[in-house]
């Protein structure tokens, strides 16, 4: 099925809202709805950024995953420790791919995981001489890191350890800096508000020590900040900043360290890749230190090419001549991809589903190969995420915020696209329906997808999910004969 028309995209909203009750029903249209680029402010038509409908399955996560998650874990030599029960630190380690270069242990930690493993006697009579205890243990196991973070869990908040005295007193006798993330889960409503603690704790515990301290940076000093480097993504991300002539000082928080952090302020611009996770620690710097900030999108060879025009007109003309000289090399490569893809993915259609920047970034990337994306939503975006996207997708889209397992089923079973992209606890179940699927969150165990070098990867991929002749063998429900279904049914 193509892009519906206005009508039909509506009506299909109704028809999926009539499952809920009536609180339900008239708390989810809110977040619901039909695209109009025509419209200035998301806030008009969309709710976003509001706790999850109680009793419907949300694929949100909480604000320690957004922490640990997403800003800590990916930092190599910062040890974040997990201070809570084991389960909530086990989760979160090495599920999303964070590449680093380094020796694990010795100069890289990102790929160890650290817990202060609550019991109950400790919820009872508190764990903040046990948090004590273990970075005492961690500094002497491994005294080559150079930072630790410690992001708080459910059960801390509610007994109220004071995590921020305990990381004060123990970074005095250890010589390092130890901050405190204060990011239980039951915080917010999503994994969003654990970004937004993560970078006021590195604005407030980190930063600003350096103050007063640093050189002045160089004129073509810039950071990168908000990519993860999913499968390699800084590193694609990071070669054509170099060869365009810019100096990469600080990488957030793929393959990142401190000192990194720590020389951020005197960079000339800051590249923001993922504008949910970061965009709060741009804006400080904008404020405190006069660094402008420039939202980036190296996703496809189209968007690579203007983002690095945009990146460029910040500064002089040999970095501009260098963003040509970049796009010209790498265009014959791109020719030849989209030349051997775009013919086997024409026309197909795309529904996203996903967190941080992917349900707008990558649409640029699946124009490139003549796909169309004809649903798109997130997880936990705020209505500045949706004003940014309402002007990448085509009118009549379907957009979707914190949108319930039944809804996702439902407009899936409905639009029939050729592909989902959307996260790991929806793979599955669109397996079973018989729709081709990528893993948009960490790449399917693929990657890069950033960069000239990642767009090669994105279009095998994609073209690998939608042609895979698999999907010949088994049919999805509603290609199946009510006959046959009825008689499933019944055995």
């Excluded at 109680?54 to 997990?82: E, H, N």
């Excluded at 004129?219 to 900040?225: H, R, S, T």
């Excluded at 908000?226 to 054509?240: E, H, K, T, V």
């Excluded at 993915?345 to 996903?354: D, F, N, T």
Aim: proline content about 4%; glycine content about 10%.
């Amino acid at each position: 099925m193509s892009l519906l028309n206005r009508e039909e995209a509506e009506a299909l909203i109704q028809e999926v809202l009539e499952v809920y009750p009536e609180k339900a029903k008239k708390d989810r249209a809110k977040h619901l709805m039909v695209n109009d680029k025509a419209i200035t402010q998301s806030k008009k038509c969309i709710t976003s950024n509001r706790k999850s409908v109680p009793g419907v399955m949300t694929q949100r996560g909480c604000a320690y995953a957004g922490a640990r998650g997403v800003v800590w874990g990916p930092f190599k030599d910062i040890i974040a420790i997990s201070h809570g029960p084991i389960g909530c630190g086990q989760y979160s380690r090495g599920g999303r791919r964070n590449y680093f270069a380094g020796t694990s242990g010795i100069d890289s930690f990102c790929d160890v995981m650290f817990s202060s493993d609550f019991q109950e006697k400790d919820v009872v009579f508190g764990g903040d001489k046990k948090l004590a205890k273990l970075i005492d243990e961690v500094e002497g196991l491994f005294p080559l890191s150079k930072a630790l973070s410690v992001q708080s869990e459910c059960p801390i908040g509610l007994i109220g350890d004071d995590i921020e005295a305990v990381s004060k007193k123990k970074a005095a006798e250890i010589g390092k800096t130890i901050v405190p993330v204060r990011c239980e889960g039951f915080r917010g409503v999503s994994q969003s508000l654990g970004h937004h603690i993560s970078n006021d704790a590195i604005r407030d515990w980190i930063i600003s020590n350096r103050d007063g301290k640093l050189e002045p940076g160089g004129p073509y000093d810039v950071a990168i900040l908000g990519d993860y480097n999913i499968g390699g993504d800084a590193w694609a991300s990071r070669i054509l900043l170099e060869e365009m002539g810019l100096n990469v000082v600080a990488q957030w928080s793929g393959d990142g360290t401190i000192a990194e952090i720590e020389n951020t302020p005197k960079v000339k611009l800051n590249l923001l890749h993922c504008y949910r996770s970061m965009n709060y620690i741009a804006r400080h710097m904008e404020e405190k230190y006069g660094i402008p900030w420039l939202e980036y999108n190296f996703f496809g060879p189209s968007k690579i090419a203007a983002s690095l025009r945009e990146i460029a007109s910040h500064f002089d003309d040999t970095i501009k001549e260098g963003a040509e000289r970049v796009i010209a090399k790498y265009k014959p490569a791109m020719d030849a991809i989209i030349a051997k893809f775009r013919p086997r993915l024409e026309g197909k259609k795309v529904m996203l589903y996903v967190g941080g920047l992917r349900p707008r970034h990558t649409v640029g990337a699946y124009e490139d190969l003549g796909m169309e994306v004809i649903g798109a939503g997130y997880e936990f975006a705020h209505n500045d995420d949706y004003d940014r996207t309402m002007h990448d997708l085509k009118d009549t889209t379907l957009i979707y915020d914190d949108a319930t397992g039944y809804e996702l089923e439902e407009f899936v079973r409905q639009l029939k696209p050729d592909l989902v992209g959307s996260g790991i606890k929806e793979k599955y179940t669109f397996h079973k329906m018989g729709v081709p699927f990528r893993q948009l969150h960490s790449w399917d165990y693929s990657g890069p997808y950033h960069g000239f070098d990642g767009f090669a990867v994105f279009a095998r991929d994609m073209d690998m999910a939608v042609n895979n002749p698999c999907w010949t063998l088994f049919k999805a429900p509603w290609q199946k004969p009510a006959e046959s279904t009825a008689e499933a049914e019944a055995a």
